[in-house]
């Protein structure tokens, strides 16, 4: 079926160690973001990238990477997860160039201990 | 910077009743307004979108959203709320550069049978 997905759905981290979360779009949409989404505050952007080999930073960047493969995936690393980077991680493509309209996946829920 | 502010984080209403929920822009008119939706346990899908085409804007579902320049609003309204409308509901603006996304912190709809 045609749409986000992302991997993993749930992952459970030490302080201090480090992981990837993938995302992949099946739709040739060209604008990618990765959004964190906790109580209270609705989503904040980390990165997005307007299109393959271009990343941006969003509201939040601090202690997260991305890297923009292909066309397809755009991955966010956390290089030395913190307390604070619990949350729930959305990736969203664009349906369209400036169409404003987000597609996202199901979500990735990221605990550190 | 572009921004929206959801009032009310928990709205409950009875099943059949009028729905509205609130959100109000930053003062400068921006290029387009969103309002998407949550499940749970899901990603976001999009309800509707102004783009400055009309004021009056139709979704899915049932749902519409008016654009008021003069209050700076774009509420969300349904007339007769259904059990399967609870969810969470998250207003979104675009940046004046269109390649940015910023919410609200949402509000939670829950309709009383």
């Known amino acids: 079926n045609a749409g986000v997905t992302q991997t993993p759905k749930f992952q459970v981290l030490k302080t201090g160690q480090s992981m990837t979360l993938q995302c992949a779009q099946d739709?040739?949409?060209?604008?990618m973001y990765w959004y964190r989404q906790d109580p209270g505050m609705g989503l904040r952007l980390i990165y997005y990238?307007?299109?393959?080999?271009?990343?941006d930073k969003g509201e939040v960047p601090n202690g997260y990477n991305v890297s923009r493969l292909n066309k397809r995936e755009f991955s966010l690393r956390l290089e030395s997860a913190a307390p604070s980077q619990t949350s729930v991680y959305f990736c969203?493509?664009?349906?369209?160039?400036?169409?404003?309209?987000?597609?996202f996946g199901e979500g990735s829920r990221l605990t550190v201990l | 910077a572009q921004s929206v502010t959801q009032l009310g984080s928990h709205v409950s209403v009875s099943e059949g009743a009028l729905v509205l929920l609130r959100c109000n822009y930053s003062s400068s008119v921006p290029p387009y307004l969103f309002w998407y939706v949550q499940y749970p346990n899901q990603g976001l899908q999009l309800l509707l979108k102004y783009t400055s085409a009309a004021t009056l804007v139709k979704g899915i579902n049932g749902f519409e959203a008016e654009f008021k320049k003069s209050e700076t609003s774009f509420h969300l309204t349904k007339p007769s709320a259904h059990m399967s409308d609870a969810a969470e509901y998250f207003c979104a603006v675009t940046s004046n550069t269109g390649n940015q996304f910023y919410f609200g912190t949402g509000t939670s709809l829950t309709v009383i049978p």
């Open positions: 739709m040739n949409h060209n604008s």
């Open positions: 969203a493509s664009e349906v369209g160039p400036n169409t404003g309209e987000l597609f």
């Open positions: 990238s307007a299109s393959e080999g271009t990343t």
